[in-house]
Each structure stands twice: as structure tokens, then as C-alpha cells.
């Protein structure tokens, strides 16, 4: 298990890496995670800052109902974290919590369409993913009881007409897996831009996918985070502060 140091420096270099790869969206959207060793507390973004502003010392603590304990009495977005708050309730598993409105995430989100075995990215993905219908900007407790339902215990799901929600058991694995579904959702729009896609069959997709995750006892990101933090440390390195 990380510290909470090892975990605010993780989250803050997930969002510089989402800034950096046109995920963010001016102060919208979130990616939370849990606080090690401190049941119901989960680091936040301070509202009104933008991805490439975070660090690990102006995250924010909060509960699961995304009020603030930490005392510092930031600003928060309550009704952001309520997406999250439910999630994590939900799904003690889900160390960490991603919601993105992605350019490819929100057209693919409008697409109707689940990903497909049209690419390798997508097999770790194949019918990994839930979906929920679009019900405006307020996210009541009956729809985050659907938004749950729909994720079930997926690796995340697609909101419809709104963008993206992954989760993963360390903030490396979410972010991979938002990696993963960024290449997929942009290989399979491009391909059906220009006929029907290629598919795999559904035997090779799900064969692909017991490749990839192994015994499942190994959170993705493994390989690839640290050479993610090494790039962020040349192009970002006050995001540690």
C-alpha cells in the first residue's frame, strides 16, 4: 500500500498526464482516490484549478460525500463528486476513480456504439464496459444508484452523451486503462469513418483479454508508470510539490 505522499504524488501526476494529452476540460471533471489507511477520506482536485495546476499539496480531502475534512475548506465540486463519492461507496476496490470528458470519449459516448474487437487496445477492454443513459447535469441518488448498477463490477462505463468513467485499484491502472480506452475509441471511430471495421471474433477478443490481465493479480500500469513519471519530471516536475 502507497503512502498518502506516494498517493497525492501519483493523482497529481495523473492529472498533469491528462492535461498533456487534451483530457481535461478548462475545471471540469474529476480523478479521485482513496486515502491509504484512512477509510471514507479520498483526494480530490481544489474546484476552480485547472489539470496542469495540481499538485500533491493542493489536493483535497473529502468524504464520501465529498465534503471537506481536511481543513482547509477548499472549494469542491459536490455535485462532480457525487459521481465519484457513489463509486467508491460502492466499490472499495475502486482505489481510484476517473470520470473525463475527453474529446474521443464524448464522441464515442455519442457514438451508440460498445467498443468493438476492431484493435488490440480494445480487447482489454471487450465488454468490460457498462452503460448509462444521459439524465442532464444533476446526478440525484437514484441515478448514482443506475450509474453503479450499470458499472457493477466492470472496469468502468461509457455515459452516454456525457464522456467516460474508469476505475482502477491503483491511480496507474486507471490512467492506463483511460490511456487504453482513448487509443480504442479513436481506432474504432476512424475505422467505421471509413467502412466497417475488422473485427477480431468474439473467442480471440476474449482469449486477448485472458492473455493481458494474467491471474488478475496485477494491477495494470506496472510497466508503464514509471516511464510516465520519468517524462513528467522533465516536462512537469513541480507537480510533486
Do not use: K
Not at 464515442?108 to 447535469?137: I, K, N, T, V
Request: charged share 20%; net charge negative; with cysteine.
Amino acid at each position: 500500500m502507497p503512502t498518502e505522499q506516494e498517493q497525492r504524488r501519483d493523482l497529481a501526476a495523473a492529472y498533469r498526464l491528462a492535461a498533456q494529452r487534451g483530457w481535461d476540460d478548462i475545471v471540469w471533471t474529476h480523478i479521485s482516490a482513496a486515502v491509504p489507511g484512512q477509510p471514507n477520506a479520498y483526494l480530490i482536485n481544489r474546484f476552480g484549478l485547472r489539470f496542469n495546476e495540481i499538485t500533491a499539496s493542493n489536493l483535497v480531502t473529502v468524504d464520501v460525500n465529498g465534503s471537506v475534512i481536511d481543513g482547509s475548506n477548499a472549494p469542491v465540486n459536490p455535485s462532480g463528486f457525487a459521481i465519484h463519492g457513489c463509486v467508491h461507496r460502492a466499490r472499495p476496490d475502486a482505489v481510484c476513480v476517473l470520470h473525463l470528458h475527453s474529446f474521443w470519449a464524448q464522441a464515442f459516448a455519442a457514438s451508440g456504439q460498445d467498443l468493438l474487437p476492431c484493435s488490440q487496445p480494445a480487447m482489454r477492454l471487450y465488454q468490460r464496459l457498462g452503460r448509462h443513459a444521459y439524465r442532464g447535469l444533476a446526478f440525484p441518488p437514484d441515478e448514482q444508484a443506475q450509474l453503479v448498477a450499470a458499472l457493477g463490477r466492470r472496469d468502468g462505463v461509457i455515459l452516454e452523451q456525457h464522456g467516460i468513467l474508469l476505475v482502477g485499484r491503483t491511480v496507474a491502472e486507471a490512467f492506463v486503462l483511460m490511456h487504453l480506452f482513448e487509443r480504442a475509441a479513436r481506432v474504432q471511430l476512424t475505422a467505421m469513418a471509413c467502412g466497417s471495421p475488422a473485427l477480431a471474433s468474439d473467442a480471440m477478443a476474449r482469449d486477448t483479454y485472458a492473455q493481458w490481465i494474467g491471474d488478475g493479480q496485477t494491477p495494470e500500469g506496472i510497466d508503464e508508470w514509471p516511464a510516465l513519471l520519468r517524462g513528467l519530471a522533465q516536462s512537469d516536475p513541480d507537480y510533486v510539490n
